[in-house]
Protein backbone atom coordinates (compact mmCIF):
# COMPACT_ATOMS: atom_id res chain seq x y z
CA UNK A 1 0.00 0.00 0.00
CA UNK A 2 1.32 3.35 -0.87
CA UNK A 3 1.58 5.75 2.05
CA UNK A 4 0.08 9.41 0.66
CA UNK A 5 1.00 11.51 3.85
CA UNK A 6 3.67 13.13 3.00
CA UNK A 7 2.70 13.78 -0.77
CA UNK A 8 1.57 17.14 -2.06
CA UNK A 9 -0.24 15.42 -5.67
CA UNK A 10 -0.93 12.33 -6.15
CA UNK A 11 -3.00 9.85 -8.24
CA UNK A 12 -5.09 8.37 -5.33
CA UNK A 13 -6.88 11.95 -5.41
CA UNK A 14 -9.05 13.43 -7.62
CA UNK A 15 -8.01 17.07 -8.44
CA UNK A 16 -9.69 19.74 -11.20
CA UNK A 17 -8.51 19.08 -14.70
CA UNK A 18 -8.47 21.36 -17.40
CA UNK A 19 -10.82 20.50 -19.85
CA UNK A 20 -11.38 23.29 -21.94
CA UNK A 21 -9.67 26.68 -22.19
CA UNK A 22 -9.41 29.51 -24.55
CA UNK A 23 -10.09 32.89 -25.22
CA UNK A 24 -13.26 35.17 -27.35
CA UNK A 25 -12.77 38.21 -28.75
CA UNK A 26 -16.28 40.23 -29.04
CA UNK A 27 -16.81 43.95 -29.68
CA UNK A 28 -19.49 45.48 -27.64
CA UNK A 29 -21.78 48.84 -29.12
CA UNK A 30 -21.47 51.64 -26.90
CA UNK A 31 -23.89 53.60 -25.01
CA UNK A 32 -25.10 50.08 -22.88
CA UNK A 33 -24.17 47.56 -25.97
CA UNK A 34 -24.69 43.91 -24.53
CA UNK A 35 -22.98 40.94 -25.63
CA UNK A 36 -23.81 37.24 -24.89
CA UNK A 37 -21.95 34.33 -25.97
CA UNK A 38 -21.83 30.85 -24.67
CA UNK A 39 -18.96 28.18 -25.03
CA UNK A 40 -20.01 24.63 -25.42
CA UNK A 41 -18.46 21.71 -23.22
CA UNK A 42 -21.34 19.01 -23.46
CA UNK A 43 -20.07 17.37 -19.55
CA UNK A 44 -23.58 16.59 -18.92
CA UNK A 45 -22.99 18.41 -15.53
CA UNK A 46 -22.23 21.89 -13.71
CA UNK A 47 -18.42 22.05 -14.54
CA UNK A 48 -16.14 24.12 -11.97
CA UNK A 49 -15.15 27.31 -14.22
CA UNK A 50 -13.26 30.52 -14.19
CA UNK A 51 -13.79 33.50 -16.67
CA UNK A 52 -12.05 36.77 -16.81
CA UNK A 53 -11.99 39.23 -19.34
CA UNK A 54 -10.23 42.13 -21.07
CA UNK A 55 -10.93 45.70 -22.53
CA UNK A 56 -8.88 46.82 -25.30
CA UNK A 57 -6.10 44.84 -24.27
CA UNK A 58 -5.77 46.50 -20.61
CA UNK A 59 -5.94 44.99 -16.94
CA UNK A 60 -7.54 41.78 -16.92
CA UNK A 61 -10.56 41.79 -14.76
CA UNK A 62 -12.54 38.21 -13.14
CA UNK A 63 -15.88 38.11 -14.22
CA UNK A 64 -18.28 37.53 -11.31
CA UNK A 65 -20.51 33.97 -11.54
CA UNK A 66 -23.85 33.72 -11.24
CA UNK A 67 -26.74 31.60 -11.51
CA UNK A 68 -28.54 33.98 -13.30
CA UNK A 69 -26.30 36.01 -16.04
CA UNK A 70 -27.32 39.75 -15.20
CA UNK A 71 -24.57 42.67 -14.92
CA UNK A 72 -23.01 42.66 -11.61
CA UNK A 73 -20.34 44.53 -9.99
CA UNK A 74 -17.11 43.56 -11.67
CA UNK A 75 -16.53 46.56 -13.75
CA UNK A 76 -13.10 47.63 -15.79
CA UNK A 77 -12.95 50.30 -18.21
CA UNK A 78 -16.39 50.87 -18.14
CA UNK A 79 -17.56 47.41 -19.38
CA UNK A 80 -18.96 44.47 -16.52
CA UNK A 81 -18.98 41.16 -16.85
CA UNK A 82 -20.72 38.11 -15.54
CA UNK A 83 -20.94 33.95 -16.35
CA UNK A 84 -22.76 31.34 -15.56
CA UNK A 85 -22.04 27.26 -16.01
CA UNK A 86 -25.00 25.12 -16.60
CA UNK A 87 -25.02 21.52 -18.11
CA UNK A 88 -23.60 22.17 -21.97
CA UNK A 89 -22.05 25.26 -21.56
CA UNK A 90 -20.69 28.26 -20.36
CA UNK A 91 -22.74 31.70 -21.18
CA UNK A 92 -21.23 35.08 -20.58
CA UNK A 93 -22.24 38.75 -20.46
CA UNK A 94 -21.19 41.93 -21.84
CA UNK A 95 -22.64 45.05 -21.14
CA UNK A 96 -20.85 48.78 -21.82
CA UNK A 97 -21.06 50.91 -19.52
CA UNK A 98 -19.39 54.03 -21.62
CA UNK A 99 -20.23 55.88 -24.80
CA UNK A 100 -17.76 53.98 -27.26
CA UNK A 101 -17.89 50.58 -28.76
CA UNK A 102 -14.98 48.66 -26.79
CA UNK A 103 -13.12 45.24 -28.41
CA UNK A 104 -13.26 42.62 -25.02
CA UNK A 105 -11.72 39.51 -24.75
CA UNK A 106 -12.97 36.59 -22.55
CA UNK A 107 -10.77 34.26 -21.05
CA UNK A 108 -12.43 30.70 -20.02
CA UNK A 109 -10.97 27.71 -18.23
CA UNK A 110 -13.74 24.89 -17.67
CA UNK A 111 -12.82 22.10 -15.47
CA UNK A 112 -13.32 18.27 -15.64
CA UNK A 113 -13.80 16.79 -12.01
CA UNK A 114 -13.48 13.30 -13.75
CA UNK A 115 -10.91 10.90 -13.44
CA UNK A 116 -9.19 10.94 -16.73
Known amino acids: MVNNDNTSFSSAFNYL ?5 GKVVETVAGSFGEVNGTIT ?3 GYVP ?4 FYQ ?5 LFAMTSSVMIVP ?3 IGDSVVGSFGVTTSGLTYYLRNEGGSPQDVTV ?3 IYTDGLL
Open 72 to 74: TVT
Open 48 to 51: AARA
Open 41 to 43: HDL
Open 17 to 21: KRHLS
Open 55 to 59: VDGGK
Open 107 to 109: YYI
